[in-house]
């Protein structure tokens, strides 16, 4: 993986048939353009600035010649090397939205708060989390997706909650006791 140094964050948008280079964050219909800078913010030197197209995101495909999987055919073809490590495939979990949508920067030297949301990271989900919003770790987790204000997740470039995805954590991640109950 190259340095991050390598990458660099440009934003361009249409206008007509033109690109055109915009460096400052703007609104296009639905969408919002990152500003150039905020690119790194998502795409982070701990994640080696790539974040998708993981190994564990490439699973079976359907190729003209039928169904295969995809790293098999890639090291098949030569384009990747034949050692790779084995890794745990992403399915359509919470887990898996969690580690697309938020390990660039909650993984180890990631961003300023302790949080590991990786696929493969043992997670306690009804510890307290460090900056509140919730009695547990879950909690806070579901308000800050759930919510596109102050402390919301993503922080940036979103101003409309995933409610697909709000909706597979509610469904998926470990419930708590109740703090009212355990005294
Ligand atoms: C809010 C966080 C966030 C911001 C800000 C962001 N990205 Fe991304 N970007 C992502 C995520 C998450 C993925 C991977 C999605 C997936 O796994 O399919 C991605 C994927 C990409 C990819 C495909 C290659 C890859 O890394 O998977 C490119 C290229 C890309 N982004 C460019 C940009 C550029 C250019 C900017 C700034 C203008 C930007 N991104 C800003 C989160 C962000
Ligand atoms: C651009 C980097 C970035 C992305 C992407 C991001 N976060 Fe965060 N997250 C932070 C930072 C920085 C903090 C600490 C500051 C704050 O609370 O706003 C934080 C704090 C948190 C906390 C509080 C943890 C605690 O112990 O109190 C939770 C929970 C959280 N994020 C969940 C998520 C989820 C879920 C996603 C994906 C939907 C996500 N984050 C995506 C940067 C990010």
Request: glycine share 10%; charged share 20%.
């Amino acid at each position: 993986m190259p340095a991050i140094r390598g990458y660099a964050g440009y934003s361009y948008r249409w206008e007509g048939d033109d690109a055109l280079w915009s460096s400052a964050s703007r609104r296009s219909g639905e969408h919002i353009l990152p500003a150039q800078g905020e690119c790194i913010q998502c795409h982070t030197e701990a994640a080696g600035g790539v974040l998708g197209l993981e190994l564990n995101q490439l699973g079976d495909f359907s190729y003209e010649a039928g169904v295969y999987d995809q790293v098999d055919t890639l090291q098949y073809i030569g384009v990747l090397p034949a050692d790779l490590q084995e890794v745990e495939p992403l399915d359509g979990s919470a887990r898996a939205w969690l580690h697309a949508n938020c390990s660039g920067c909650h993984r180890p030297d990631g961003s300023n708060v302790e949080l590991d949301l990786r696929f493969e990271a043992e997670i306690d989900w009804c510890a307290p989390p460090t900056l509140g919003m919730g009695d547990t770790l879950r909690a806070a987790l579901l308000a800050r997706v759930g919510t596109r204000n102050a402390g919301q997740m993503p922080p940036l470039a979103t101003d409309q909650v995933d409610l697909e995805g709000l909706e597979l954590l509610q469904a998926e991640l470990p419930s708590c006791p109740d703090p009212e109950d355990s005294g």
